[in-house]
């Protein structure tokens, strides 16, 4: 398998945080393509001892990525801008908000504090 140079991107000098983002993306797609060959593994055997094994090194491949992408969020601000935003259109789209809606997030400074969530039925609402 052929193997990545440890040497192939050094520069003359030290990256800078935008550059340095740009080089933890690739080990975030290092670690997603990791995980996703030990999924495969997992499905292709029946060797429980193997299976514990690989769940073992997959989770951590899991952590690896999660603590990758909490570094790009502090080494690149308008990443970390996008994953506001993210987490507050999310909500809005899986709680049947408009696209204009959805897309007014992060729009003219403004972004609302708490998205309401409707309301729902539950045993108790319906006991009246």
Do not use: C
Request: net charge negative; aromatic share 4%; charged share 30%.
């Amino acid at each position: 398998m052929p193997q990545t140079n440890p040497f192939h991107s050094l520069v003359p000098r030290k990256l800078t945080d935008s550059e340095l983002a740009r080089s933890i993306r690739l080990n975030i797609e290092a670690e997603l393509d990791a995980i996703n060959l030990y999924a495969a593994h997992l499905d292709a055997t029946d060797n429980e001892e193997a299976k514990a094994i690989l769940r073992h090194v997959m989770d951590e491949e899991r952590e690896h990525a999660a603590l990758f992408w909490q570094l790009i969020a502090r080494l690149d601000p308008e990443q970390a801008q996008h994953d506001r935003e993210a987490s507050q259109k999310y909500r809005l789209i899986t709680t049947g908000a408009s696209h204009e809606e959805v897309e007014a997030v992060g729009e003219g400074g403004s972004q609302p504090a708490e998205v309401e969530l409707p309301k729902r039925l539950t045993v108790g609402s319906l006991r009246k």
